[in-house]
């Protein structure tokens, strides 16, 4: 069963972070991609860049749309994901537990539909 | 530019710096990039989110100082004891935060054209090692296997540690041949993508911008390096005309009929200032002889004609310099713009007797061609038509020279 991890967290929680914190926070995130990588569990994943970057695209009156921002009003954004390869729920769950993610802020663990 | 791309490039930049600076000392490239990879990644992440901050340099160095103990650490002979190591790297961070730490990228772009270095892995070195990109996105660029390109580059970055490449510069008797290497390193950069120029397909993004970004690099380090300024020139006045090389449905679009109106203005005045700086150096060479053929095409936009009889002059310097047969053909192509196709085709028959491998070349064929309608030989033209679209990969130019063809 593959299953996404979306990784939320507060985006200005980065900018607080020293450089030495920042720097161990990123060789957390490697160790933990190479962990799923060898562990022959990871599909694939990604950074995003913030969300001031992004843009909505909207067909809802027929007419294209695009929007800046989609403007969240919560406080968590959603940072990157990792689709991973699991056997079950409790699995895809303990793996999201161990991404560094994790600590700052929280996973959202989503099955994908099989096609 | 938006603030995401200001902020990489600010990261990237600082990474070149401090990864020249570290590499410098070990002459150990890997090294260092393992050293700075966390940091550089975490930079890469929070920048954008909290701005870059005030000294680059000194934060990267405070992110990555703990990898940089612990390589030390495994790096360190016996006779250096725990305190000297880090103290050594005490220095680093603090003339880091004063700013005062030597930048030696020069040196760094010396060591990957090393000529123990295989020639086309300089380039992809140079742009992982200097500006940090990852080895998919050159191996993108150069159409090739990702896994593949990695292998290469931590052949290239091993051969550049075993052969104790130095990272300083090169003593004067080995300095023009070692510097046209880099040079050489850089333009390739630039070529790459090239028939691309609106960038349509997004997994063959060209690395122009990436290559300018190592002229600029190279000139702010080498600024009396004449050449170093003709190649950034160069690249600047190609690079203006961009949005001009091909019309909205895709089409190819030669100089003559490109509309001037599209040319990137900030660009092609850099190149003329650059341009104008190197020749106060007065050491001519064969970037700045082309750059100065892109300035004399670039006076259209000035509302002035092309000057044909500057250009053939250029070309010929050019030709006679590197005794290139594309030098020679260019100039060829010159004179037929300011003597007349007569004189011009008997120019070509003599110069493909003397490089007979001018006739696998496709602008050859499409400057015979060319030649031949103009002087009212039609089935001769149509013949060379047919070896030119034969030898021609880029769709967008095979379409036009069939253009020209049935327009005979």
Redesign the interface.
């Known amino acids: 069963m593959q299953y996404m991890l979306l990784i939320y967290g507060a ?2 929680r ?7 914190q ?6 957390a ?2 160790t933990y991609t190479e962990d799923l990588r060898n562990a022959g569990k990871l599909i694939g994943g990604h ?1 995003l ?2 969300e ?2 992004a843009k909505s695209v909207s067909l809802l009156d027929g007419k294209r749309r695009v929007i800046d921002g989609p403007y969240v009003e919560i406080k968590e954004a959603l940072g990157g994901y990792y689709l991973i390869d699991a056997e079950n729920e409790a699995e895809a769950l303990q793996w999201a537990e161990k991404c560094p993610g994790a600590r700052f802020g929280g996973i959202e663990v989503r099955p994908l539909v099989p096609m | 530019m ?3 791309r200001l902020t990489e490039r600010v990261a990237r930049e600082s990474y070149g710096r401090l990864l020249a600076l570290l590499a410098a000392r070990t002459r150990d490239v890997s090294a260092a990039e393992d050293a700075l ?3 550089f ?6 920048w ?4 870059a ?1 005030k000294n680059p340099e000194a ?9 940089l103990i612990d390589a030390a650490r495994r790096a360190k002979t016996a006779a250096q004891g725990e305190a000297e190591l880090v103290r050594g790297i005490e220095e680093i961070e603090a003339e880091m935060r004063a700013g005062v730490a030597p930048d030696h990228r020069l040196g760094l772009m010396f060591a990957c054209t090393h000529p123990a270095i295989e020639e086309s892995v300089r380039t992809p070195l140079m742009l992982q090692a200097v500006l940090g990109l990852s080895a998919e996105r050159i191996a993108a660029a150069f159409l090739v296997e990702p896994s593949a390109m990695s292998q290469r580059l931590v052949r290239a970055k091993k051969k550049v540690r075993d052969v104790g490449a130095s990272f300083d510069v090169p003593p004067p008797e080995e300095w023009a041949a070692r510097m046209s290497a880099v040079l050489d390193a850089i333009y390739a950069a630039y070529g790459v993508g090239w028939s691309d120029p609106l960038g349509s397909d997004p997994e063959r993004r060209g690395l122009a911008e990436e290559a300018i970004w190592l002229g600029r690099v190279l000139a702010q380090q080498a600024p009396a390096e004449a050449e170093a300024l003709g190649l950034l020139a160069l690249m600047l006045h190609l690079e203006a005309r961009k949005p001009a090389r091909r019309d909205a449905a895709g089409g190819y679009v030669p100089l003559d009929e490109q509309d001037v109106a599209l040319w990137r203005r900030a660009e092609l005045e850099e190149a003329e200032r650059t341009l104008h700086a190197a020749s106060w150096l007065k050491r001519v060479g064969r970037y700045q002889l082309e750059a100065a053929i892109q300035s004399a095409h670039a006076t259209r936009i000035f509302g002035g004609a092309t000057d044909w009889g500057a250009i053939v002059t250029l070309y010929e310097a050019l030709a006679a310099l590197t005794n290139s047969p594309v030098a020679h053909l260019n100039a060829v192509a010159a004179l037929a713009r300011r003597d007349g196709a007569e004189i011009a085709r008997r120019a070509l028959d003599a110069l493909s007797q003397e490089h007979v491998v001018l006739c696998g070349y496709q602008p050859y064929w499409a400057l015979r061609a060319d030649l031949c309608a103009r002087l009212g030989d039609a089935k001769a033209a149509r013949a060379a038509y047919d070896e030119a679209i034969a030898r021609e990969s880029d769709p967008a130019v095979r379409a036009f020279l069939e253009v020209r063809q049935r327009g005979v």
């Open positions: 985006e200005d980065w900018a607080q972070l020293t450089p030495a920042a720097g161990e926070a990123m060789g995130f490697r950074q860049q913030p001031a970057s | 938006n603030e995401a990879a966390d940091a990644a975490a930079a890469l992440v929070t954008p989110r909290s701005g901050p934060w990267l160095f405070a992110a990555a100082k703990r990898k």
